[in-house]
Nanobody
């Protein structure tokens, strides 16, 4: 079992940066691929980024590639999402998620077993 708690959201202006953190409890974290997803108002939840359990493989949605960076610190059982050059269209509730241990990272929501409660990121123009 993995419990996830996100932090670091808030209100920023377009062009600003923000770093989200997701603290995980449970010994399975270091062997679990992690992902970030987001849901904008009136839209379905979508994939943002994923990272392998060892941190060697990362994948990004085209909409955030080159602006967002996912990373993890297994010693701190925390995964991060560094968001630079934020745009108004990045406004959404952001969720971190964990796959079962030793699986490959994935962009599919259905393959994630554990989810955080989500936190709001609002980018104003």
């Amino acid at each position: 079992q993995v419990q996830l708690v996100e932090s670091g959201g808030g209100l920023v202006q377009a062009g600003d940066s923000l770093r989200l953190s997701c603290a995980a409890s449970g010994r399975a974290f270091s062997t679990s691929p992690m992902g970030w997803f987001r849901q904008a108002p009136g839209k379905e939840r979508e994939f943002v980024a994923t990272i392998s359990w060892a941190g060697k493989t990362t994948t990004y949605a085209d909409s955030v590639k080159g602006r967002f960076t996912i990373s993890r610190d297994n010693a701190k059982t925390t995964v991060y999402l560094q968001m630079n050059s934020l745009k108004v269209e990045d406004t959404a509730v952001y969720y971190c998620a964990a796959r079962s241990t030793y699986r490959a990272p994935s962009s599919l929501q259905s393959e994630y077993a554990f989810w955080g409660q989500g936190l709001q990121v609002t980018v104003s123009s």
